[in-house]
């Protein structure tokens, strides 16, 4: 994507880098190539200097790519890209540890080359032109475009498929399980779409450019061919948080801000305590975090016949602010005590069914998660109706505190407008070392 | 429909003759005619008896007598039982002819066709043990092999289709119906080959959308699946994502046109026969192996079998999946020694691997003559699995033409 060399004359402070730069779509960004290249390098250079910061890893030589090496996989902490392509695989069966093991390996080779926005294998062009290309060649020319691969283990890999004629053990695995990874449990209001859940393994690919993003699983599902089979994937667009304090709070499609209250990546105690897990973990997953995925669909039509005043106390937050309605501005604390009164009774600013307060981590236990997710459109169905929704995306330290914190939304009043049609839950191992492969310590 | 790739110049089937094609099933290296063996086979109008079962590897020479009143044909078939090792044909009554094979160990079959049509008497199995024996495979005689299995394939198609198309006339739904999948076994199993005479598949074998599509008839093997299955048809047209269907034409055919429609059927398929037999007819190598590649591919097509929509209305998809593999499987093994003579020992024994594993899983949905369960029976996730095994198929597939053919 850029033949744009960053240079120090371009350098600024991170605050000061205007945020259209850090997300510059392709058709922006053949403006900016025209009208002169020197904010992109910047914005580029910005965020691949911070990225690289984050993940330990070193700058790579295109300015719009993020290390794929480090101590943590990239595209937690990464400043949350514009868009994603989530692909959730299913090993086929009748393969095993070998293939597992195989795939992994040709999986890091891959995405290795991917985040640098080169082509996979042999490029577009086969030294014989009877064969397939190797890479498909929609992204050639597009650059890195600030792709992560973020790489998850499903439980099955670990237990096996219950009542299936697998062996107990497929993967020899079992004895590797940690001891937090149980199942999701359901909740109330679930719809679940068993075609939208699950998965061996997970891949999240997040970038500027949803083509690279989507070149990424596609070439990653081909290289798995006979191993893995993609079973589900889910193309997201629109943030719908924020990671960095560099970056604005995005909205969600319900128009409200989201994620006000997330982790940044800025707060590495916070991450040493809420995301990545530490010392109760087996060997393996230290450093590693756990990805919950959950396909929220929103009954758009019907919210967006709701008051503005309906609308904002069943968030919490104004509109256009994002202020909590007990006062302040965005990133002000709620007061959840704050009252007004009414008649006998003392009626509180924040309703106690809102969401931002069932959700606050005041609320539960001090839980906080990283949250990473993205809106989405996925056409319309038969009936005049947006098939739009929220493509949720936490990571934590326990699957525990998603669980914890999605049981206290039981009550929420947003329930009305929102249905989980798909879900997941994968273990996403530490990063990877130059040399090694994704998991690698799990089967040593 | 597949486009016919350009012709790379082989010989034409013709010019080879039937003669050299005995000769060439398997060439034998120089000097190996020492060790020959010699077998007798006495073939009539209901049997085919061999006189040995078994043999050890090298040249083998089976001299066929007819002893019927029919002109006959003698095949030895690969353990697939549908790759043609060598055949030998026009046997007339009274009559010997001699196929000389080299073969390697493994399982044979045997078979006889009295009146050169129909699937053949007497298929009895034959084991060869011994030594692997080195080949140098000609081009020639490997297109020639595999242009007689399409041969074989296209005789077997039309004594299927007669049969459900009688049953079909004579108002005989409930055979009929069962007789729909059997008689399209064939066919399936060499579609691509079917698709290069361009007007025979879209009468043969277009759905309803296709023919509507290009402006023409709709007759055929669906046009009669519509009318056995109207019920369905009629269901199936009304919901909403149909909506683009013509709704025309959903009553019932009256006798006289199910035996316009059926005749037709019979016509073209015999055509399809007539085609495939003239000595013009040849493929090359890149049809052979662009075609078994193309055989996955319509299964996995938006309209193929895989979704379901091949045979929308009686649900037998399972059964032309089936034949679909099995017609890659033949064209693929037909070449193997081309392939593995080019250094793809390691891409032949994936595509086996992959090849008993796509089986494997078919075979747990039923079989040709126990009947495969009907498609809308078969759940998401279950069309899943079968789409992951077809994919890993699939991808070692689009590799055949490059391992085979010498650019």
């Given at each position: 994507m850029m033949a744009v060399e960053q240079s120090a004359?371009?350098?600024?402070?991170?605050?000061?880098?205007?945020?259209e730069l850090l997300r510059p779509s392709r058709r922006g960004l053949f403006g900016l190539l025209g009208a002169g290249a020197a904010g992109l390098a910047l914005g580029g250079g910005g965020g691949a200097a911070l990225a690289s910061h984050l993940a330990g890893g070193s700058e790579a030589p295109d300015s719009g790519s993020v290390p794929f090496h480090g101590a943590h996989q990239a595209g937690i902490v990464t400043p949350a890209q514009d868009r994603l392509h989530f692909a959730a695989f299913d090993m086929v069966s009748g393969s095993g540890r070998e293939e597992l093991i195989a795939l992994l390996r040709d999986w890091t080779s891959a995405a290795e080359r991917l985040v640098r926005g080169q082509e996979v294998g042999t490029g577009i062009e086969p030294s014989n032109a009877l064969l397939p290309p190797d890479d498909t060649g929609e992204a050639t020319g597009l650059g890195a475009g600030h792709l992560t691969l973020t790489f998850g283990l499903g439980r099955r890999l670990f237990t096996g498929r219950e009542g299936a004629s697998d062996p107990d053990d497929p993967f020899g695995l079992r004895s590797r399980l940690p001891r937090a990874f149980e199942p999701l449990p359901s909740f109330a209001f679930d719809l679940l779409d068993a075609t939208q859940s699950g998965g061996d393994l997970c891949v999240q690919a997040c970038a500027d450019d949803p083509q690279i993003a989507v070149h990424a699983i596609r070439n990653l599902a081909r290289i798995a061919v006979g191993r893995a089979h993609l079973s589900w994937s889910q193309l997201g667009f629109g943030r719908t948080a924020s990671t960095s304090r560099r970056q604005d709070t995005p909205r969600n499609l319900f128009g409200f801000k989201d994620g006000t209250a997330n982790v940044m990546a800025e707060d590495t105690a916070s991450l040493e305590q809420h995301i990545w897990a530490g010392a109760e973990a087996p060997e393996w997953m230290r450093g590693g975090s756990y990805l919950v995925a959950r396909k929220i669909q929103m009954t758009i039509e019907s919210w967006d016949r709701a008051s503005l005043d309906e609308q904002e106390r069943i968030i919490g937050r104004t509109k256009r602010e994002g202020g909590p309605l007990s006062g302040g501005a965005e990133f002000d604390q709620p007061d959840f005590e704050a009252a007004v009164p009414a008649g006998d009774t003392e009626e509180p600013m924040i309703d106690v069914a809102a969401h931002v307060r069932l959700a606050h981590p005041d609320h539960n236990g001090g839980a906080r998660m990283l949250r990473r997710g993205y809106n989405y459109v996925d056409g319309s169905n038969g009936l005049g109706q947006l098939g739009a929704g929220l493509f949720f995306i936490s990571f934590q330290r326990d699957p525990e505190t998603f669980v914890r914190v999605q049981r206290s939304l039981k009550p929420d009043l947003l329930n009305e407008y929102i249905r989980h049609i798909g879900s997941g839950l994968w273990a996403i191992p530490a990063g990877v070392q130059p040399g090694g492969f994704i998991a690698q310590a799990l089967f040593e | 429909m597949s486009t016919i790739s350009p012709r790379r110049g082989f010989v034409a089937l013709g010019a080879i003759g039937a003669a050299t094609l005995t000769l060439t099933a398997c060439v034998p290296n120089a000097g190996t005619g020492a060790n020959a063996q010699s077998i007798a086979v006495t073939a009539s109008d209901t049997a085919c008896n061999v006189e040995a079962a078994e043999a050890q590897s090298g040249t083998i020479t089976f001299t066929v007598k007819n002893d019927g009143s029919k002109v006959n044909e003698f095949y030895v078939l690969g353990s697939n039982e549908l790759t043609i090792i060598g055949e030998v044909e026009n046997i007339a009554p009274g009559s010997s002819r001699d196929l000389t094979v080299q073969v390697g160990p493994g399982d044979y079959f045997t078979s006889c066709k009295p009146g050169m049509i129909g699937t053949g008497v007497g298929q009895a199995a034959f084991a060869v043990t011994g030594d692997a024996v080195a080949t140098t495979p000609e081009e020639d005689a490997v297109v020639a092999q595999y242009v007689g299995y399409v041969k074989t394939q296209t005789e077997e198609l039309v004594p299927q289709v007669a049969a459900f198309v009688a049953a079909y006339q004579a108002g005989d739904d409930e055979t009929a119906r069962q007789l729909f999948p059997i008689a399209r076994i064939n066919y399936e199993r060499i579609e691509p080959t079917a698709e290069q005479f361009g007007d025979l598949d879209p009468k043969i074998d277009y759905r309803k959308p296709g023919a509507i599509e290009e402006g023409l008839p709709f007759t055929g093997f669906h046009r009669i699946e519509q009318d056995l299955w109207l019920d369905e048809a009629i269901a199936n047209y009304s919901t909403p994502e149909k909506d683009h269907y013509p709704k025309d034409d959903l009553k019932p055919l009256t006798p006289e046109e199910r035996k316009e429609i059926g005749d037709q059927l019979v016509a073209d398929v015999n055509e399809l026969k007539d085609e495939v037999a003239s000595p013009d007819f040849t493929l090359t190598l890149a049809d052979i192996t662009e075609g078994a590649k193309g055989l996955l591919d319509e299964v996995a097509a938006p309209d193929g079998k895989l979704p379901g929509e091949e045979n929308e209305f009686a649900h037998t998809d399972l059964y032309d999946f089936t034949a679909n593999v099995e017609g890659a499987q033949v064209a693929f093994d037909t070449v193997r020694g081309l392939l593995e003579a080019n250094g793809g020992e390691d891409l032949a024994k994936q595509l086996d691997e992959r090849f008993a594993d796509m089986f494997a899983l078919l075979e747990t949905y039923g079989s040709y003559d126990e009947g495969f369960v009907f498609y809308d029976t078969v759940d998401q996730q279950q069309r899943n699995e079968l789409a992951a095994k077809l994919t890993a198929l699939s991808e070692p597939m689009s590799k055949l033409t490059a391992g085979v053919v010498q650019g």
């Open positions: 004359e371009n350098e600024k402070e991170a605050g000061e880098v205007d945020s | -």
